[in-house]
């Protein structure tokens, strides 16, 4: 019974299949007479022997490997199956599909630069993709040692320089540290260019790389920010006068804050400024002229030329006794 049982016919297919899996290696089993292979939607199929590339299967389907496969394996065309005896040979199912991985640095890259001493720690995040795009290289230095390969692997590869291509590209291509978003594209493929050299000899390639932001300090963030904010402003006068209107129409001015109270102080001052200029204008002349020059004219003068009371036709100031005529 065991005897018939090896004698079954097989199918060679990725019976592990992740979307996180780069590749994933049938391997150490022979295949029997009336074997098939599965090839699903996203997976290329390559046989090898010995580190050698057999065949590249792309279509999806299912195929009869003696009549449809062996017939277009390179060195394996003339194999025939025994009645006791199959073919050994590895297929591997790799995930065609673009990868998409966050990155970001595990801790606070300090950039030289000029305005301080000690460098500018910044942290930075974004995502980068990547494909499978030669085999060869694939089998020679992975697939040759390892199963399976997921991107979480070539995640914690990638990260693992991150950091210096990050400090070399900055330092290159930051024009102004304080704004390297500015920068980002010429940073990024920079970065990118050193990564694909990096993986390129695994039969990888990245595709993309993308930095969405760069992170600094709380306290230099505060500096940023009051920067640009002051850069806004074009005339500080006129932000001056806007402030202190705010502050009196809030009712922040009163009460324990020195700046705001003052402003609401000068802001009193200005207003009864205007205030006296108006009632001046507006005041007769004769009661100007009698106020400021006196009786002229011997007739009695409305209000007192001494303390300025009213007095209504009186010879003398009925506040301080001033004679009037």
């Known amino acids: 019974m065991s005897f018939f049982r090896g004698q079954l016919a097989n199918v060679v297919e990725w019976e592990e299949f992740r979307d996180d899996m780069i590749f994933w290696k049938w391997s150490n089993r022979e295949i029997k007479k009336g074997s098939k292979l599965i090839i699903r939607p996203g997976q290329d199929a390559v046989f090898f022997d010995q580190g050698k590339i057999e065949g590249v299967f792309k279509d999806e389907g299912e195929y009869e490997i003696e009549s449809e496969i062996i017939p277009f394996l390179s060195t394996l065309k003339g194999f025939k199956f025994g009645f006791n005896s199959g073919m050994r040979v590895e297929v591997l199912f790799v995930n065609t599909k673009e990868f998409t991985v966050k990155w970001g640095t595990k801790n606070a890259i300090n950039i030289p630069t000029p305005q301080l001493p000690g460098g500018m720690p910044i942290r930075a995040n974004g995502t980068f993709q990547f494909k499978v795009t030669d085999y060869l290289k694939l089998i020679d230095n992975v697939a040759g040692v390892k199963n399976s390969y997921l991107v979480e692997d070539v995640r914690l590869r990638i990260t693992a320089i991150l950091d210096q291509l990050l400090m070399k590209w900055i330092t290159k291509e ?150 009037l005529a």
């Open 174 to 323: 930051g024009k102004d540290m304080f704004n390297l978003q500015a920068n980002s594209f010429e940073i990024s493929n920079g970065i990118k260019e050193d990564l694909d050299m990096q993986v390129n000899s695994d039969g990888f390639e990245i595709t993309r790389f993308n930095i969405m932001s760069f992170n600094y300090p709380n306290e230099i963030q505060d500096m940023i920010t009051k920067s640009a904010s002051h850069g806004m402003i074009g005339d500080m006068n006129r932000y001056k006068d806007v402030s202190m209107t705010d502050a009196i129409a809030s009712g922040k001015s009163e009460g324990g804050n020195t700046a705001t109270d003052m402003a609401g102080m000068m802001m009193g001052m200005n207003m009864a400024q205007e205030m006296m200029k108006g009632r001046n204008q507006n005041q007769p002349s004769n009661e100007l002229g009698q106020n400021q020059g006196g009786n002229q004219s011997g007739a009695i003068p409305n209000f007192c030329p001494n303390c300025g009371n009213k007095t209504a036709g009186m010879n003398f100031c009925g506040n301080c006794g001033h004679k």
